[in-house]
């Protein structure tokens, strides 16, 4: 968490600010990875605070600004999110091109090493990355001179070891510190006897294993949550979430030719013309990873909302997909009911620019109405955001780091809100 959270971004951000100590036989103006200064740096902040409204709520700590509050308690998932989700894309024009693909490099291997199962390929990919950023670190910012020494600090040589440590130990969510500092900050939270804070501390932390060896010995004591009024409980953890329809509503135009085509597809419908489909449409959905997304339908009535409709999927082909929802829907097709989604299909990324950034900028065309389908709700995987960038329609993803990582620790988004 460290490493990765607080020790790397702290490196790199300071020599892109020009903030590290520049030695007397150094000479900054030959820096120039020295980028985010004056106008840029402003620009940039308010770009990454920009960009929260497009992150879904299971990005629990959205960056704030970083040119107003990097120096006043910046958190390491704000640093994580904000180097690591979306700095690849929107430090693309701001970075020298050389510096811009060294980093794309370092998040393509904390991205991968972020993962609670890791294929060998992806474990080898992720090797490779990081020795390599590693070793142009020394070519591109070090240059092999004694007065840039103190560049080359122990979290840059510790990239070589991320790989064979998780080999060894373990993927790193499983080992990681989050719990622990967790647990820390809510006994200290708990502390009523400030003259005696540590003989407290030990006190709360006795009557919180007291509490929960009772709530093992007799479950009752914590009845487990139900599901909201309304809810329809789908199994293998979907959960169809209110708003819905009180009565099946007529779908026109091209969502009722889309939905249409579906139904002709998957089953013996043979519409009639003029024939309309008539559905109740549902505004949001739980999947087994905890996350909720939400659809056009609703939510773009809500003021001030963090936008959770967009989703990453799997085609019927075995494509990964990028989707904006428009609304859920049951239908009946050949007597079994299925519950089913009308997406707008975001186009494949650009292929060049994935290239370029080592898999680290997936920038897509939204097409609206114009590249509607109707999916399964079993092919959706989970919630992304999709962030606007450059022309009008241009969209990059935003995955976050570690979703199956958080899951694993109980984080689930309130289905009440």
């Known amino acids: 968490m460290h490493l990765h959270g607080l020790n790397i971004p702290d490196l790199f951000i300071s020599l892109w600010r020009g903030l590290i100590q520049c030695d007397p036989d150094d000479d900054k103006s030959t820096w120039d990875w020295v980028v985010l200064i004056g106008e840029v740096w402003k620009n940039h902040g308010e770009e990454v605070e920009r960009a929260t409204q497009y992150l879904p709520g299971c990005f629990d700590k959205p960056p704030r600004n970083p040119a107003q509050k990097m120096s006043s308690g910046y958190k390491a998932q704000e640093f994580i999110t904000y180097l690591y989700v979306l700095g690849p894309a929107l430090l693309r024009r701001i970075l020298p091109e050389k510096y811009w693909k060294h980093y794309c490099k370092l998040v393509r291997g904390i991205r991968l090493m972020w993962q609670r199962k890791i294929p060998v390929e992806q474990l080898l990919e992720a090797h490779r990355m990081l020795c390599d950023t590693a070793e142009e ?4 910012y070090y240059q092999r001179k004694s007065s840039r020494l103190h560049f080359c600090r122990q979290s840059v040589h510790g ?4 790989v064979p440590e998780t080999i060894r130990v373990g993927p790193g969510g499983y080992r990681s510190q989050w719990t622990m500092e967790r647990t820390i900050g809510n006994l200290g939270e708990e502390i009523k006897q400030h003259s005696t804070p540590y003989a ?4 709360r932390a006795i009557r919180r294993c007291q509490t929960n060896a009772l709530k093992v010995m007799i479950p ?4 487990e949550k139900g599901l909201p009024a309304g809810s329809e409980d789908l199994g293998n953890g979907f959960v169809l979430l209110r708003a819905r329809d009180e009565y099946r509503q007529v779908i026109e135009g091209a969502y009722g030719d889309a939905i249409i085509k579906y139904l002709e597809t998957e089953g013996d419908l043979a519409a009639t013309e003029g024939w309309k489909p008539r559905v109740a449409r549902w505004a949001r959905l739980r999947l087994p990873n905890g996350q909720i997304i939400r659809s056009v339908w609703k939510e773009s009535r809500l003021a001030k909302v963090r936008i959770a409709r967009n989703i990453k999927c799997r085609s019927l082909g075995g494509s990964i997909l990028f989707a904006e929802v428009q609304f859920f829907f049951q239908a009946t097709i050949d007597d079994t009911e299925q519950t089913l989604a009308l997406v707008s299909v975001y186009s494949a990324p650009d292929a060049d620019l994935l290239r370029e950034s080592y898999n680290t900028v997936m920038q897509c ?6 590249n509607l389908e109707v999916i399964k709700i079993t092919q959706i995987q989970a919630g992304v955001g999709m962030v606007p960038i450059g022309d009008e329609g241009t969209y990059f993803v935003a995955e976050k780091l570690g979703l199956d990582i958080a899951t694993m620790g109980g984080m689930e988004e309130d289905m009440d809100v």
């Open 137 to 140: 670190f020394e070519i591109l």
């Open 159 to 162: 990239l070589l070891h991320t």
């Open 200 to 203: 407290n501390l030990s006190q």
């Open 220 to 223: 009752d004591l914590e009845p």
């Open 365 to 370: 065309e939204y097409f609206g109405e114009d």
